[in-house]
C-alpha cells in the first residue's frame, strides 16, 4: 500500500486547506482517489470510484469529474468499523458504477475532511480508443468495419521464452543449427513483447498479470477486477468492469474459462470474479455463478457458459469429504449501492454460506456437469457446461500421461491421480476442444481463456520435466484453438503468459549417459567450494549440449525424460533444492488441495517443498536467491505474445513492444469493431 500511496501522492497535486490554528500533522492522512492516476478505460467501461483517508471523524468528502460535482453513493461520516472499514480512523466515500464515453483525458477533483480539515487530491483517467501506451496509434483500417467475433487467450501461466523453447526441443529437436519443428504457437504469425508488470512491483503475481489483460487496469498484488481500499471485505473494493462484462452487455457474448488450476485460482478468477483477496476460494466460486447472469438478462455479469478445471471441494457443502468451502473465505452481502450500481439482481448479492451446495445451484442454472475424462468425452454440446476434474489442482501432464499409459514412474509404487483422487482427468487439449464446442452455440461470440498453470506451479517448484509436459500439454491446446479458429472464421487467438516464473533457463544437457547418472555416488551436501559435485561434472555446456532427441510416445508426449542426453534446466529465481538431474518420481504435493487429501499425500511420502524431494540423497545442493523462500519465484522479465486471426488480420495489433493493459484495448477495439450502435447498453 506504502508504495502505491506514494506514487499517487508523487503523480498528485496536493492541495490542503486548513484553518491557520490546525497543525499540518494533524490533518486528515492516507487520502487517497480510486482509480489510481493515469488509469485508462475503454468508452463506456464501467468502474468504481472512492475517495477515503483516515482521521479523526465524523468525514466528509467530494468528487468532481472535469468540474462537474457528482454524488457519492455510499459513504462512511465517521471513523468507526462502518463501511467495512479495516483499519481504525479510516473513512471512505463511493460512486459505483461510474463510465465516461467521451475519448480523452479527464480529470478528478476529490476531497476529504476530518474534524482537523481538508485535503484535497488531484488525478486523471483516460478513455482509450485503441492507443497503446507506448504511443502508437494502431490502426485496423484494413479490416475497417469488421469485428471479431470470438477471443481466445490462451495463458501460459509463468510461461517465459525458455518455457516454450524448451518444449519446442523436447518434441522436436534440432538438426546441424534447424529445428526440426515448430510448436503450434511458434507458427502463429503475430508476435510481440509484453511488460508484465503490476499496480505496485515490478513482479506480478497471477492475480494482476491476467486481470492486466481483462480490465485494462493494473491491480494490486493479491487482487483482480478491484481496485485497493481499506475496507472489511475484499469483495467490496471498488471495481473495474472485465473485457467479459463489457462484452456480454454490450454485445451478448460468453464467457469460458478452462484451467489445469483450481477453477478459484487467480488466473480464471480474474476473468469474472472481483475481489480484493485471491485466495478467498468460497466466495470466488460463488461469484462465477451469482454474476454468471444465468438468466442471460444483459444487464450485468459475465455471461459465464463454460468453467473447467479443478476445484470441486468449493461446490460442494462444507460437511461433505474433499470441501473446503467456509463463511471465512466467502463473502458478505454486496453492499446495496454495489448492487445497485452494477445492476446485480438481489438474489446474486452473495453472502456468507458455507453449506451451499454450489454443484446443485450450477446445476439448476442449466449447466451440465462432468467430472471425468471419460465423461467430458462423451458429454456433447450442453448449452452450458461445469466440469471439476479434481478436489483442488488438477494433476500435471507428466503424472496424467503416466496413469493413461499405465505405466508407473520410476521410483513409485502408484499412480499420483490415484493418491489425488482423480484417476480420469482430461488434457487440456480435450478441454479445449469442448469448451470451444459448447461456446460456439452462442452466434454472438465469446470470450475463452484457456490456462496451462502447472508451467507455472511446477516451475516454482523446479520440476523441470513435468514444466516442460505441461508446456507441450499447453501447445496442444494452442493446436485445438487454432483448429477451431480456421473452422469457425472470425477469430483472434492471443497466447501470452502472466509473468515468467523462476528464471527458467535451458543451460546444457547431460553428458557421461543416463546409466552413469543414476549411478553416480551421493553427492557432498556440504558448501566447500573446492568439492565439485558429481551433479555438476555432468552439465555439458555450450559444445558438449549437442542436440538432444527425445522419443516421442504416440500420445505426442516424450516416452521418457530420461534419456542420454538430457536437456538440464537451471533456475535464475531459484530457491534452495537437491537437484538430481533424473525425472523427480512424486510432485510435490499440491498446496490447492482440501487439507484431508492433503494429509493422506504427506503420509504417502508427497514432499511438501522441493528441498523434501525423496530423491535428495542422491541430488546436490543448490543454494537459492529467493530470500527465505522454499520455492522459485516470479520474475519481471517480459513475456512474448503471439498472435492468430481467421477472417482478419487483426494479429497485427500485437506486433512489437506492449505493456500488458495495452492488450486489453486492443481486444476491444478488434471486438467492438467501428460499428457503435452496438454499444452504451
Ligand atoms: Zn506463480
Redesign the pocket.
Known amino acids: 500500500m506504502n508504495s502505491l500511496i506514494s506514487r499517487i501522492l508523487r503523480s498528485c497535486l496536493l492541495v490542503i486547506v486548513s484553518s491557520a490554528t490546525t497543525a499540518v500533522f494533524a490533518l486528515p492522512t492516507n487520502v487517497t482517489v480510486t482509480p489510481p492516476d493515469s488509469a485508462r478505460f475503454f468508452v463506456g467501461q464501467k468502474f468504481d470510484l472512492r475517495v477515503e483517508g483516515k482521521g479523526t471523524g465524523p468525514f466528509l468528502a467530494t468528487i468532481m469529474i472535469d468540474g462537474v460535482p457528482q454524488t457519492f453513493t455510499s459513504g462512511t461520516q465517521n471513523s468507526t468499523f462502518t463501511d467495512g472499514i479495516t483499519s481504525p480512523g479510516f473513512g471512505g466515500f463511493n460512486l459505483r458504477g461510474y463510465s465516461n464515453s467521451q475519448p480523452g483525458v479527464h480529470t478528478i477533483v476529490a476531497t476529504f475532511t476530518d474534524a482537523s480539515g481538508t485535503v484535497s487530491v488531484t488525478s486523471k483517467f483516460k478513455i482509450n480508443l485503441g492507443v497503446d501506451s507506448v504511443g502508437r496509434e494502431r490502426s485496423d483500417d484494413r479490416d475497417e468495419g469488421k469485428k471479431v467475433r470470438n477471443i481466445i487467450i490462451m495463458l501460459g501461466?509463468?510461461m517465459g521464452v525458455a518455457h516454450r523453447t524448451a518444449a519446442r526441443l523436447v518434441k522436436y529437436g534440432v538438426t546441424a543449427g534447424d529445428p526440426n519443428g515448430y510448436l503450434a504457437m511458434d507458427q502463429f504469425p503475430g508476435t510481440g513483447m509484453i511488460t508484465t508488470h503490476s499496480l505496485n512491483s515490478i513482479i506480478t503475481?497471477?492475480a494482476p498479470g491476467m486481470s492486466s489483460y481483462t480490465t485494462g487496469s493494473h491491480a494490486k498484488n493479491g487482487q483482480e477486477g478491484v481496485y485497493p481500499a481499506n475496507m472489511i471485505d475484499p469483495f467490496f473494493y471498488p471495481r473495474v468492469e472485465y473485457l467479459s462484462e463489457y462484452l456480454h452487455r454490450t454485445l451478448g457474448k460468453s464467457l469460458g474459462l478452462v484451467t489445469t488450476a483450481d477453477v478459484e485460482d487467480a488466473t480464471p478468477a480474474a476473468n469474472a470474479v472481483h475481489t480484493g483477496d485471491r485466495n478467498r476460494g468460497t466466495g470466488i466460486s460463488d461469484q462465477y455463478l451469482d454474476e454468471s447472469d444465468a438468466a442471460n438478462t444483459r444487464n450485468f455479469g459475465t455471461g459465464l457458459a463454460v468453467l473447467m478445471g479443478g476445484g470441486r471441494r468449493w461446490f460442494l457443502p462444507a460437511v461433505q469429504f474433499g470441501s473446503s468451502r467456509s463463511a471465512a473465505s466467502d463473502y458478505a452481502a454486496l453492499p446495496a449501492d454495489l448492487v445497485s450500481a452494477w445492476r446485480i439482481p438481489a438474489t446474486a448479492a452473495g453472502g456468507a454460506d458455507p453449506n451451499r451446495d454450489l454443484l446443485q445451484d450450477f446445476k439448476n442454472a442449466g449447466f451440465g456437469y462432468v467430472d471425468t475424462a471419460t465423461g467430458l468425452s462423451s458429454v456433447g454440446t450442453p448449452d452450458k457446461l461445469l466440469g471439476l476434474f479434481g478436489y483442488g489442482n488438477m494433476n500435471v501432464a507428466l503424472d496424467k500421461l503416466a496413469k493413461r499409459r499405465n505405466t508407473l514412474l520410476p521410483g513409485t509404487t502408484s499412480f499420483a491421480v490415484d493418491d489425488y483422487h482423480a484417476p480420469d482427468q482430461p488434457m487440456l487439449d480435450e478441454m479445449t476442444d469442448v469448451a470451444l464446442r459448447v461456446l460456439n452455440k452462442n452466434q454472438k461470440g465469446f470470450v475463452l481463456m484457456v490456462e496451462g498453470a502447472h508451467i507455472?506451479?511446477q516451475?516454482?517448484l523446479m520440476d523441470a520435466d513435468r514444466v516442460i509436459d505441461e508446456t507441450i500439454e499447453f501447445d496442444n491446446a494452442v493446436a485445438a484453438a487454432r483448429r477451431f479458429a480456421d473452422k469457425a472464421g472470425d477469430t483472434l487467438i492471443i497466447i501470452v503468459s502472466d509473468?515468467e516464473?523462476a528464471g527458467f533457463s535451458l543451460i546444457g544437457a547431460l553428458t557421461g549417459g543416463i546409466d552413469n547418472l543414476k549411478n553416480l555416488p551421493a553427492d557432498n551436501a556440504t558448501l566447500d567450494p573446492n568439492v565439485q559435485p558429481e551433479r555438476q561434472k555432468v552439465v555439458g555446456v555450450y559444445d558438449a549440449a549437442g542436440f538432444p532427441k527425445y522419443t516421442i510416445a504416440a500420445d505426442g508426449y516424450p516416452q521418457t525424460f530420461d534419456i542420454n542426453g538430457k536437456i538440464l534446466i537451471g533456475y535464475g529465481a531459484n530457491a534452495d533444492r537437491y537437484e538430481g538431474w533424473l525425472t523427480k518420481p512424486l510432485p510435490v504435493r499440491d498446496s490447492l488441495l482440501p487439507s484431508a487429501i492433503k494429509t493422506e499425500l504427506a503420509t504417502k511420502g508427497y514432499p511438501g517443498q522441493p528441498i523434501e524431494r525423496s530423491e535428495n540423497q542422491f541430488g546436490y545442493y543448490i543454494r537459492g536467491q529467493a530470500a527465505g523462500k522454499e520455492q522459485a519465484?516470479?520474475t519481471a522479465s517480459d513475456i512474448p505474445i503471439s498472435a492468430y486471426s481467421s477472417g482478419s488480420r487483426s494479429y497485427e495489433h500485437f506486433f512489437g513492444m506492449q505493456q500488458n493493459t495495452d492488450v486489453f484495448f486492443k481486444l476491444l477495439k478488434l471486438a467492438v469493431g467501428n460499428d457503435r450502435e452496438d454499444r452504451g447498453r
Open positions: 501461466d509463468g503475481d497471477s507455472d506451479k516451475s516454482h509473468h516464473c519465484v516470479h
